[in-house]
């Protein structure tokens, strides 16, 4: 079956850095957009970054944009976010979701399967 498992979460001094992993299994890695969601407490989730499968175009939320930097190895059916110069703001719930279509389109009802999220949590 299919399933998306995050790691790579924790915590870190504002200006630090984290890598995060997705690890796909069950599915044809291949085909499907693989996005970056998150969520914090009391907020609604938000699309952070997205990779197509068709060309590895990306998309990247304006809140991120310079910061954040997504990228697949389909070889090992992972899906990395690289996540520079984090700021409070950062803290949240990442949750990593991918999507049969090749194209990205950040809405949740987009997206066909999800994992259960990792905690980036950005304090001194």
């Known amino acids: 079956q299919a399933q998306l498992v995050e790691s790579g979460g924790g915590l870190v001094q504002p200006g630090g850095s984290l890598r995060l992993s997705c690890a796909a299994s069950g599915f044809p890695f291949y085909y499907y957009a693989i996005a970056w969601f998150r969520q914090a407490p009391g907020k609604e989730r938000e699309g952070v970054s997205c990779?197509?499968?068709?060309?590895?175009?990306?998309y990247y939320a304006d809140s991120v944009k310079g910061r954040f930097t997504i990228s697949r190895d389909n070889a090992k059916n992972t899906v990395y976010l690289q996540m520079n110069s984090l700021k409070p703001e950062d803290t949240a719930v990442y949750y990593c979701a991918a999507s049969v279509d090749d194209l990205c389109v950040m809405l949740i009802g987009g997206y066909d399967y999800w994992g259960q999220g990792t905690q980036v949590t950005v304090s001194s």
């Open positions: 990779i197509s499968s068709s060309d590895y175009s990306t």
